[in-house]
């Protein structure tokens, strides 16, 4: 039996609570809402009798807590694909505060700000192999996308900078050294 101190508070709600029926009320957090509704619509498939190789039947508490596992996946994996969005507004916030003059820490967050988007798109298996099912009922192709799309808006917010900086050719100045000037066969002192 766990010993109750002078100083402990049990923070657990009860029915007998007054917040209880309140807190019963509110909708759950976002990450949780995902899991319960890929566990309803898994409850839905299945509500027939899985039959495995062996012809032996699973039963409906080995189905549920599959199911439960699945969906746990598939909420690991969303929070994997939205975990570079956190780093986006602490990266431009940095890119922010290093100015637009050229200096080895402006540089240096710079080509962090591009480099890490890169690395998270070439790396994007790695990073949901944790998250993958021997069976392959886990999608994670949504993921994936989203994962790839969050590192292109970070990305782009690298590139911005670089421009910023004047560190891309986007002006026709920066290419002046391809251009092939005419060879001028006369010339007239006439305006």
Not at 5 to 31: F, H, I, M
Not at 56 to 84: D, F, G, L, Y
Request: aromatic residues 6%.
């Amino acid at each position: 039996m766990s010993q109750k101190r002078r100083w402990s508070v049990n923070l657990n709600l009860t029915e007998n609570d007054v917040g209880y029926a309140l807190l019963q009320k509110k909708p759950p957090p976002c990450d949780m809402r995902l899991v319960q509704s890929i566990e309803r619509e898994m409850e839905h498939k299945s509500t027939y009798s899985i039959k495995d190789d062996a012809s032996n039947s699973i039963t409906a508490a080995e189905n549920k807590k599959a199911m439960a596992i699945r969906a746990r996946k598939q909420s690991k994996a969303m929070s994997i694909a939205i975990s570079p969005g956190k780093q986006i507004a602490m990266n431009a916030f940095m890119l922010w505060m290093s100015g637009r003059n050229l200096n080895i820490f402006s540089i240096s967050i710079t080509s962090m700000s591009i480099m890490n988007p890169v690395k998270g798109i070439l790396s994007v298996g790695n990073a949901f192999k944790s998250c993958e099912d021997p069976d392959g009922k886990v999608d994670l192709t949504s993921s994936k996308a989203l994962f790839v799309m969050i590192n292109m808006i970070w990305l782009g917010i690298g590139l911005y900078k670089m421009a910023t900086m004047k560190l891309l050719p986007l002006t026709s100045a920066d290419w002046e050294g391809y251009v092939v000037w005419k060879h001028v066969m006369e010339t007239s002192s006439i305006p």
